[in-house]
């Protein structure tokens, strides 16, 4: 048990936001927790207590949470965790994450994550996890990847490149697509889905649109349209903001749900039907190498198998300011090899002579 106190400089992306609000996002606090800290006296601002923690924050303004006594899930450096850097400085570092790869610990995950993985490649980010810089269980990320998908993340390598990252996601300024294929054909070219998403009634492992989530909008185009062996759609995806599964609960919601995705009515590899094992194939193992799905250990050359942690749904292209030097950066991704493998099949089945496109 330790005693902490975390501190950071409001940037100009959290200028109006409550207190509450902005330490929650910074910190990666439960809103309930913060609101606790403020009403006993433990959150400064400036130097002195809010007067109340809707308070709104000006830029500039220093912002200190005594946390109090605490046991941190401390990831531990772990170089068996595989993924891809696929840009890095001294500030931030840009990961490309398998499918099957938890990023960081949590229920049932105590190690093999990402941030294990990060710890390996990036010692810093131990070394200010230690100092109470950033958080023991998850230092530097700052936004997540499902389990199930695949594809691009930002990792803040220092404590201002982090606040300065988590506050242009709060301020929708970090632009990021996915391409995914959702069951049933979508009629409209391009289209957008606003609808508040939160947690679930009596399952809180679970989100859903509901009256009481917070406010979401995920905008779409279609790239293709499959018929055959099955109806699909091909989409290029755009998030405004970025709730948990937010994409899947929308596209299941209006009623396409990501294939692979049984958590939110989404067909089942197995179950689909698709005349000729067009993902039999590819599930046997038909150019695909094993991996280790409790890790997510792969490489560029052994693709994952598809599974039940495998969705069709993969982050391919992230841009933003660079939190330091103020450069515009992006970034691309491909698709996995087995996803790539089932598209190009479902190409084949639906036009011998070419793409089905939209």
């Given at each position: 048990?330790?005693?902490?106190?975390?501190s950071?400089?409001?940037?100009?992306?959290?200028?109006?936001?409550?207190?509450?609000?902005?330490?929650?996002?910074?910190?990666?606090?439960?809103?309930?927790?913060?609101?606790s800290?403020?009403?006993?006296?433990?959150?400064?601002?400036?130097?002195?207590?809010?007067v109340?923690?809707s308070?709104?924050?000006?830029?500039?303004?220093?912002?200190?949470?005594?946390?109090?006594?605490?046991?941190p899930?401390?990831?531990?450096?772990?170089?068996?965790?595989?993924?891809?850097?696929?840009?890095?400085?001294?500030?931030?570092?840009?990961?490309?994450?398998?499918?099957?790869?938890?990023?960081?610990?949590?229920?049932?995950?105590?190690?093999?994550?990402?941030?294990d993985?990060?710890?390996?490649?990036?010692?810093?980010?131990?070394?200010?996890?230690?100092?109470?810089?950033?958080?023991?269980a998850?230092?530097?990320?700052?936004?997540?990847?499902?389990?199930?998908?695949?594809?691009?993340?930002?990792?803040?390598?220092?404590?201002?490149?982090?606040?300065?990252?988590?506050?242009?996601?709060?301020?929708?300024?970090?632009?990021?697509r996915?391409?995914?294929?959702?069951?049933?054909?979508?009629?409209?070219?391009?289209?957008?889905?606003?609808?508040?998403?939160?947690?679930?009634?009596?399952?809180?492992?679970?989100?859903?649109?509901?009256?009481?989530?917070?406010?979401?909008?995920?905008?779409?185009t279609?790239?293709?349209?499959?018929?055959?062996?099955?109806?699909?759609?091909?989409?290029?995806?755009?998030?405004?903001?970025?709730?948990?599964?937010?994409?899947?609960?929308?596209?299941?919601?209006?009623?396409?749900?990501?294939?692979?995705?049984?958590?939110?009515?989404?067909?089942?590899?197995?179950?689909?039907?698709?005349?000729?094992?067009?993902?039999?194939?590819?599930?046997?193992?038909?150019?695909?190498?094993?991996a280790?799905p409790?890790?997510?250990?792969?490489?560029?050359?052994?693709?994952?198998?598809?599974?039940?942690?495998?969705?069709?749904?993969?982050?391919?292209r992230?841009?933003?300011?660079?939190?330091?030097?103020?450069?515009h950066?992006?970034?691309?991704?491909?698709?996995?090899?087995?996803?790539?493998?089932?598209?190009?099949?479902?190409?084949?089945?639906?036009?011998?002579?070419?793409?089905?496109?939209?």
């Amino acid at each position: 048990m330790s005693s902490l106190t975390r501190s950071f400089c409001v940037p100009a992306a959290l200028a109006g936001e409550r207190v509450d609000r902005a330490i929650s996002l910074v910190l990666d606090m439960p809103r309930a927790r913060v609101s606790s800290l403020v009403a006993s006296g433990k959150v400064m601002v400036d130097g002195a207590p809010p007067v109340q923690r809707s308070k709104p924050l000006v830029e500039g303004q220093v912002v200190e949470v005594m946390v109090g006594e605490y046991a941190p899930d401390v990831a531990i450096a772990d170089s068996t965790v595989v993924f891809k850097v696929v840009y890095a400085d001294e500030w931030i570092a840009v990961i490309d994450k398998p499918a099957g790869l938890v990023v960081h610990h949590g229920a049932a995950h105590s190690g093999g994550t990402l941030v294990d993985g990060l710890l390996s490649k990036f010692p810093g980010l131990g070394q200010l996890a230690a100092t109470g810089a950033m958080d023991a269980a998850r230092p530097g990320i700052v936004h997540r990847l499902d389990r199930e998908t695949s594809g691009l993340m930002v990792v803040g390598l220092t404590p201002q490149a982090f606040s300065v990252l988590s506050a242009a996601m709060t301020a929708r300024q970090v632009e990021r697509r996915y391409t995914t294929l959702v069951s049933g054909t979508v009629p409209e070219a391009r289209g957008s889905v606003d609808a508040p998403v939160g947690r679930m009634p009596g399952n809180p492992t679970s989100m859903g649109v509901t009256a009481t989530g917070r406010h979401a909008v995920t905008h779409y185009t279609v790239q293709a349209r499959f018929a055959r062996p099955v109806e699909t759609s091909l989409l290029n995806v755009r998030l405004e903001t970025g709730r948990t599964h937010q994409i899947r609960v929308h596209m299941s919601s209006i009623g396409h749900p990501v294939i692979g995705d049984t958590r939110y009515k989404g067909p089942s590899w197995k179950s689909l039907g698709l005349g000729g094992g067009l993902i039999a194939e590819v599930q046997a193992g038909e150019g695909v190498d094993e991996a280790d799905p409790g890790t997510g250990a792969v490489d560029g050359d052994s693709p994952v198998p598809l599974g039940e942690w495998r969705i069709f749904l993969h982050a391919c292209r992230l841009s933003l300011e660079h939190p330091v030097t103020g450069r515009h950066m992006e970034w691309q991704s491909s698709l996995p090899s087995e996803l790539a493998n089932v598209l190009q099949r479902l190409e084949s089945a639906c036009n011998p002579a070419g793409k089905c496109h939209a």
